[in-house]
């Protein structure tokens, strides 16, 4: 999953660009706005003091609307406390977005951004789709502080894409697809043609990539790169060869949140603009209102069904094969949980049952992930990481979402991608 900020844009480039409006209209029914505001509201209610800062959560809650005025300032006050320091340009144009969608100042953030994406490389034509993923948010978030020195950058980033042979990633290019319509939509008038030429090549190519990942049901890759891909499918100057189904695309989304798929915070943050009929491109757009009589709209959500007395039994699997003769193991345990018990309970029995089992988790925007276990530990530098299975599928929850049912075999496999 995802996987944003941005500065008002000057009078020049507010007038020359395009409107950020979604092209594709399928607004949420009325009927169905209440579990909107209910999903918006549990993300809401998930900022605390002590709570994970959340850029992406501000930049969703500003587009949409805050409910919470004290949740809103809370974020504000946190994220704008931030220094540049060992933050990834992810993470610092993620910080950028969400400043701007509170109307405050970002400070020397921008200018630190724009010197990191100045010394940005690409890691070649093989690298990872999803490698893209941060530079495109750099991309984003100073285009709509300043297009036109960000046009040389962009355009560096927009030949490596195109050089790229790497498997399409529906996320890496949802965001892509915003950034660079931000800069197409902002090429000044007296700029070289080359430039629209070369964003409308890699827009046109990445929308029909997104195109591809439509499932039947309107599902475009897995439920929680739909938000995103919504967005950037919604504003494309350039539009897939097979035409979006825009309300077959909603009318599925509404569905799932029917069936509480969308509680974990991060992931109401990725979809929301998208029900709210925004997109990242609104940011610099947004109206900060002084108004102290905001009021919370309960949820019409759906209650968890409450924890039931059985218990079920789930199978856990640990398994390494990628390091050294001395470090391979595969090991098995059943390990009873109360049923509705999160995957990160079942961790926790095995790990209390069985010290082979240790794990370590490391906090991330979505929430825990397994960083490490029986002392192996994830290498960005080797490409290694722990996948959760079920069975054979890999789970597109984190360990802190997803819950197993009885007689479930889970498998941590150590996994180089």
């Known amino acids: 999953m995802a996987w944003l900020t941005l500065y008002l844009l000057n009078l020049l480039w507010a007038t020359a660009g395009t409107s950020t409006q979604p092209r594709s209209s399928c607004p949420v029914p009325p009927a169905q706005q209440p579990l909107v505001n209910g999903i918006q509201v549990l993300m809401e209610n998930s900022v605390t003091s002590s709570a994970f800062p959340n850029p992406s959560i501000l930049i969703a809650m500003n587009l949409a609307g805050p409910h919470n005025l004290e949740a809103q300032k809370l974020l504000t006050d946190k994220i704008a406390a931030i220094g540049t320091n060992n933050l990834t340009i992810g993470q610092l144009a993620l910080n950028i977005m969400a400043l701007t969608s509170s109307c405050r100042d970002s400070g020397n953030k921008v200018s630190t951004l724009q010197t990191q994406m100045k010394n940005w490389e690409p890691a ?110 919604s504003v494309s100057p350039k539009q897939p060869t097979k035409e979006w189904n825009c309300k077959k695309t909603m009318d599925e989304v509404l569905n799932e949140i029917k069936q509480g798929k969308f509680h974990n915070p991060m992931s109401i943050a990725q979809i929301l603009p998208s029900l709210k009929g925004k997109t990242y491109l609104d940011v610099p757009h947004v109206s900060c209102s002084s108004d102290p009589e905001v009021q919370a709209t309960l949820p019409s959500y759906p209650s968890p069904v409450p924890t039931a007395a059985s218990n079920i039994t789930v199978i856990y699997t640990i398994n390494n094969q990628l390091r050294g003769v001395e470090l391979l193991f595969n090991f098995t345990i059943d390990v009873s949980v109360k049923s509705g018990s999160v995957l990160l309970v079942v961790l926790e029995e095995a790990q209390r049952k069985n010290s082979t089992f240790k794990f370590e988790t490391t906090m991330t925007s979505w929430g825990p992930i397994v960083s490490s276990i029986n002392g192996i530990t994830e290498n960005v530098n080797h490409k290694t990481y722990w996948q959760f299975l079920s069975g054979t599928t890999p789970l597109i929850e984190g360990v802190a979402d997803y819950i197993p049912f009885d007689h479930e075999h889970i498998t941590a496999n150590f996994t180089q991608y």
Request: hydrophobic fraction near 45%.
């Open 124 to 233: 070649g034509p093989n690298a990872e789709a999803s490698s893209f993923y941060q530079p495109s948010l750099a991309i984003l978030a100073l285009c709509q502080q300043n297009p036109e020195r960000t046009l040389p950058i962009a355009a560096r980033f927009a030949k490596a894409l195109l050089a790229n042979a790497s498997p399409f990633n529906v996320d890496t290019g949802a965001v892509v697809t915003l950034a660079l319509t931000c800069m197409y939509n902002k090429i000044p008038v007296g700029s070289e043609e080359g430039y629209r030429t070369l964003f409308g090549k890699v827009l046109k190519d990445t929308v029909e990539n997104i195109s591809m990942k439509i499932k039947d049901n309107g599902i475009i890759g897995d439920i929680y790169s739909t938000g995103l891909a919504m967005q950037a499918l």
